[in-house]
């Protein structure tokens, strides 16, 4: 796809209106989750990482202002003529409208999953996410009171990708894995 935002624009936008911080990991994570999902079907990596390195970019501005978060982000974002399916995508993640394509339940699902897989790395005796197996990821996914604020349901939803639970959630570890060292995990 052809986009007139470039990765090196879109994250110093992000740096702008985020700053360096915990929510620019959790960003920076949901991009890499996007690529690998991207990658397992063979879709526009850039593409969907690009729709995961923006999903937030209104956070500072929306987060005690649930309705118009996205709306600000896709205010901002007008100069830049995105395809309507990534602005879609982006207004659906807090389920503002309905996942309908692939990129919109790829970001739907993986935007709660990586803050799941940073507390479960964090629980992990090895502080890594290289050391958490699917065992030791589906056994934190079933207690409830673990990170009570990745909503399961929302995870769970990767079934609409066509994807297994476990398949997904190691999908997903495996493309933050790519960014460990940033996210210091
Ligand atoms: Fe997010």
Redesign the pocket.
Known sequence: MDISLSRDTAYQLVLEKIGENNLLK??LS?EAGMRKIAEHFDEDVEYYGLTGLL??LD?NETKNDEARHTYVTKEWLKEYNLPDEMLYAIEA?PGHVPCRTRLDWALYCV??T??FLVAAALMHPEKKLSSLDAKFILKRFKEKRFAAGATRENMAACENLGLGLEEFLLLVRDGMMKISEKLGI
Do not use: C, E
């Open positions: 959790h960003i949901v999903h937030d956070y993640h935007d709660p990586t803050g």
